[in-house]
């Protein structure tokens, strides 16, 4: 084999590593934001403590922001 063969080889070999890599945490993700979405309480608000909420409540709107999640539970937490 030549060098530049080679070179090919483990350049496409890396790139399907990554590749298969991105879609390995895109199911866990997934289920966290529905994890999430389905565990907010009726006012809006994140945690059963509510000495906490204001802080679970902003800790999971950070989070839903920083995936792009743009989903009702997003807005009710907001509001």
Known sequence: MDRKFQKIIVALLI????STSAIAYSSPVENGI???SADQ???GSWGSNA???VL???A???TLKDLNVNSPAYSNGIT
């Open 41 to 43: 309480n009726a006012d």
């Open 51 to 53: 000495d906490l909420a």
């Open 15 to 18: 790139a399907f590593s990554i």
């Open 56 to 58: 679970d409540t902003s």
């Open 60 to 62: 999971v709107l950070d």
């Open 34 to 36: 529905s994890w999430l």
